[in-house]
């Protein structure tokens, strides 16, 4: 039997974590300048993340954009934990329902992030800025197609 196109795609897909992460270097606000469109950021514009650490250990996410229908920002709070793989966390949003978090690049002292999830579904580019030179954003998205990713269904910013 011949193999889809599709699941070819996803045998291809380079989805391993950077090997060196700290994530103190990591928590903070990221701006999102680009990412694959979902529902649950469908219509959002100047989208954040920000990332602090809890009480118990576990990471604070708090994600924010613009939705132009409401004419306001919109935000979810949830939360992450760690794993045993550097640079992979688990997030959630609703109730203990956890999805893949992998940091798959990042530019020098942590002034962006390539992040995808354990599939093609999820893909964002992040920047400790709201913009980025053309140079480091076509970095990033060589990096992102060398990874097997379709850049060309990124929605930027």
């Not at 039997?1 to 270097?25: G, N, Y």
């Not at 649950?40 to 939705?67: H, M, P, Q």
């Not at 990033?140 to 379709?150: K, P, S, T, V």
Request: glycine share 8%.
């Amino acid at each position: 039997m011949e193999a889809t196109s599709d699941s070819r795609e996803k045998c291809r897909l380079d989805i391993r974590p950077v090997q060196e992460f700290d994530l103190q270097k990591y928590l903070g606000k990221w701006y999102e300048l680009a990412r694959y469109e979902h529902t649950f950021e469908k219509g959002l514009s100047a989208c954040t993340a920000e990332y602090s650490l809890r009480d118990d250990g576990k990471i604070r996410v708090l994600n924010s954009g613009f939705d132009a229908a409401k004419g306001k920002r919109s935000q979810i709070i949830g939360k992450a934990k760690t794993t045993d793989t550097i640079a992979r966390l688990r997030v959630s949003f609703f109730w203990f329902f956890y999805s893949d978090y992998r940091v798959l690049a990042l530019g020098d002292g942590y002034s962006w992030a390539l992040v995808g999830g354990s599939t093609d579904k999820y893909l964002w580019i992040l920047s400790r800025t709201d913009t980025l030179p053309k140079e480091e954003m076509d970095k990033i998205l060589a990096e992102a197609q060398r990874r097997g990713y379709d850049t060309s269904r990124l929605h930027f910013n």
